[in-house]
């Protein structure tokens, strides 16, 4: 017998127990309710949505934040229905709500659990004084497709890191105690594969193994689950031929068969009548009824549930078990969010909005989220003394909105910090910063301005070049085919390049882009993401040295579009590539010999590495991994292996450094990835000094689904490497032994 059910903590079996009570005095009519959500963006205007209150008929609304209207609501649902249920009040508050942090992979190449914790914490602060309790976030589909404009609300491509982000931004939203002030519920989405959609087209179909399914796209889910996140969306793309809002394979047996979750589903914005459009279903009466058996419990934003799943009901096709489970779950929920003792919200209970600490803590992860992709001989960081004048040049130097990025419907442009506005006031007033804008958009064509561009890079000691892309190049329904610096930006480069003065390129971006085009024509490269707030002064304090960049790739640059999907965790293949093994063809249409190379596998034109791996960023200092150690050679299944080296800074700075473990499992019953990230650590060195960082591996860790789907631990040979990225080459070993 479970003693966790036996003798549950007492909150536990008092919330079971008010679930039930509550349950047993309500209608069909008040159950189906719970299980709709409305759009309230128009406040209490429209009369179904008072009336539906009044009635019991509406358990959750989204994107209200007019606080007086939001009480107004609750007071409704709560004195003036006949159960007075409170509300779910729903909102993407995804990276941010006024005070906007860098977008969610920015915050993944921070590398920085603990930092984004507060981020979100922060945001569930500022959303909760408009009433808000449940935001849409975090979004943790494992994305290998920078083509899809919603990497950048992802958090990578590997597992580990965004398993370990995943859970810290969970415990963000909904803190140690979910009725506490400022605590809201959070919602893991998109379940599940919707990072995998077809050639990044967002909405598109996903194709995915179960092997891969459970080994890569479930795992950060799973984690999230394990931490008690409260609810799960479901994914607008179809898995395997069963769209995500009518998929009983995920929403029963995988998430509550196999994982226990007792929090609640919501579909995503009208996926449930998209069940139609995607040959699901006749119509939206068999929608309702596919999604409620899958296990969605919630409808967002569509009238399928309310109209339909009464009769399904009375007609004998749903049972009323079925019902009564999934509005168990959602008022599962109100009452851990403490909602039924209080719905209102008093704004004067909670911190001011964007506060010293928040903006603090915004200007933080925008400092640690830098990317140095390149410095060519040192020329980073600026020394503002040694300066007279500095060219400030490109359409995202000064673009307060551009910088927030990406789904920040509450953000406030107005205090955005611009890159210009903090140049100009980090440097003296003897050192002259010219600005133009250039282009006025990342995506124009036009290039009249770029001889005067080219002459203030001339006349200037050197000229920083602020390109990218806007906000609306990334997020829902944003993918892009070619993913390099859109308009006119390679020619403005390969222009000012041609003035012949130092060129730095800080990149604004929501995704990696294809850089390969002006690599060799700039000195150095910091790569931005959208920095949120507090962008322009993290950048301006990395340009000038005041802190050295310390953030690491959470997905791999390709060269080109063609090499994608490009991950370092990829399998081996039968024959896998090596420096001698290629022939490289720089122009493919000329004449190519067929050779035999060794027959391996890579592109012509491309090679088979990409522009920049995972886990990759310089730094101001120099970094020195040595004598790598295992503290056992051996072990046995529960045992706990410790690898560590030595990393010292060898510069001339002080700097932080992600020091990365990766693994290889040599043999597998099912092939393995020819590296797994294990673990990471920010350590932050004097120069001169050294550290030994010790990981500790249990083999839990090196545990995977086999064959049969069921998790496996298997004895064999296991390589392990730290260093500074996915192509550290300081490498030990150990053996996992069969125990006798
Ligand atoms: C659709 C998006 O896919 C989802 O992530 C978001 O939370 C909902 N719309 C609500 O805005």
């Known amino acids: 017998m479970n003693a966790s059910i036996v003798n549950p903590p007492a909150n536990v079996w008092n919330v079971e127990q008010r679930v039930k009570a509550l349950l047993a005095k309500m209608t069909l009519a008040e159950k189906v309710g719970q299980m709709s959500q ?5 406040g209490y205007a429209p009369d179904y949505l008072a009336d539906g209150l009044r009635a019991g008929l509406i358990g959750s609304v989204l994107n209200v934040v007019d606080l007086k209207v ?12 006949r159960l007075g249920i409170p509300l779910l009040v729903g909102r993407d508050v995804i990276h941010g709500f006024k005070t906007v942090m860098p977008i969610p992979l920015g915050q993944a190449a921070t590398w920085n659990p603990g930092l984004a914790t507060t981020a979100a914490q922060i945001s569930a602060l500022e959303a909760a004084t408009t009433g808000v309790n449940w935001t849409f976030a975090p979004m943790m589909d494992i994305s290998r497709d920078p083509r899809w404009g919603r990497i950048a609300e992802s958090l990578g491509e590997d597992v580990f890191l965004a398993s370990e982000m995943a859970v810290a931004m969970v415990e963000g939203f909904q803190g140690d105690d979910l009725s506490a002030p400022g605590s809201i519920a959070a919602c893991a989405k998109h379940f599940a594969g919707y990072g995998a959609v077809e050639s990044g087209r967002d909405y598109a179909t996903t194709n995915i193994p179960e092997s891969e399914l459970r080994n890569v796209y479930l795992r950060p889910f799973k984690s999230a689950v394990d931490r008690g996140v409260v609810s799960i969306m479901t994914s607008f793309s179809d898995l395997n031929g069963v769209p995500g809002t009518g998929n009983e394979f995920l929403l029963r047996q995988i998430l509550r068969d196999e994982w226990s979750f007792d929090g609640f589903v919501v579909s995503d914005w009208d996926s449930v009548r998209q069940l139609q459009i995607h040959g699901l279903t006749e119509n939206d009466r068999e929608s309702a009824y596919e999604a409620v058996t899958a296990g969605v419990d919630m409808e967002m934003a569509g009238d399928s549930y309310a109209n339909h799943i009464a009769s399904l009901v009375e007609e004998g096709r749903l049972s009323i078990t079925t019902i009564d489970a999934a509005a168990a779950n959602i008022l599962r929920a109100k009452f851990r969010l403490g909602l039924f003792e209080n719905a209102y919200t008093d704004p004067g209970a909670l911190p001011p909005i964007a506060n010293e600490h928040a903006l603090g803590t915004a200007k933080t992860l925008a400092l640690q989220s830098v990317v140095m992709l390149k410095n060519a001989g040192g020329l980073l960081p600026l020394s503002a003394d040694k300066l007279r004048s500095v060219a400030v040049i490109g359409p995202l130097a000064d673009a307060p909105y551009e910088q927030l990025g990406t789904w920040i419907f509450d953000g406030d442009a107005g205090l955005s910090i611009t890159p210009l506005n903090a140049i100009r006031s980090l440097v003296s007033p003897d050192v002259d910063i010219r ?28 000229t920083i070049l602020f390109l990218g892309e806007e906000s609306i190049l990334s997020g829902e329904a944003h993918s892009r085919a070619d993913i390099g610096l859109p308009g006119a930006q390679g020619e403005l480069v390969q222009r000012i390049r041609e003035a012949g003065k130092p060129v730095i390129v800080v990149i604004l971006a929501g995704r990696p882009l294809t850089l390969a085009n002006i690599l060799d024509n700039v000195d150095a490269i910091l790569f931005a993401w959208h920095p949120g707030t507090m962008g322009g002064a993290a950048i301006a304090d990395l340009l000038f040295g005041l802190e050295s960049p310390s953030g690491k790739l959470p997905s791999t640059f390709p060269r080109m579009v063609g090499q994608i999907p490009i991950y370092y965790s990829q399998k081996n293949t039968g024959k896998p590539p090596s420096p001698e093994g290629i022939v490289h063809i720089d122009d493919i249409n000329t004449f190519a010999p067929q050779v035999s190379l060794g027959m391996t596998s890579f592109h012509l034109d491309a090679g088979y590495t990409p522009l920049f791996p ?20 051996e072990i046995r299944i529960g045992d706990t292996v410790t690898i560590s080296a030595e990393v010292s800074n060898v510069g001339q700075v002080a700097a932080v450094e992600v020091v990365q473990l990766y693994i ?19 350590v932050n060195l004097e120069p001169g000094q050294a550290v030994v960082v010790e990981f500790d ?23 392990a490497w730290i260093g500074g990225s996915s192509t550290a080459s300081l490498r030990t070993e150990f053996r996992l032994v069969a125990s006798e």
């Open 38 to 42: 409305f759009n309230a963006s128009e």
């Open 70 to 81: 939001v009480n107004e609501l609750q007071r409704i649902a709560v004195e003036e229905s």
């Open 435 to 462: 600005y133009l804008r250039a282009m006025e958009t990342s995506r124009s064509r036009a290039s009249e301005e770029f001889a005067e561009a080219v002459q203030l890079a001339r006349e200037s000691d050197v």
């Open 614 to 633: 995972f886990g990759y960023g310089l730094s101001y200092a120099k970094f020195e991994y040595k004598h790598i150690c295992t503290s056992a050679h």
């Open 664 to 682: 290889r499992d040599l043999v597998g019953s099912v092939t393995r990835p020819v590296r797994e990230l294990k673990g990471f650590r920010r």
């Open 697 to 719: 591996l249990h083999t839990n860790d090196l545990a995977f689904y086999g064959r049969d789907m069921s998790v496996v631990t298997e004895p064999g040979l296991f390589h």
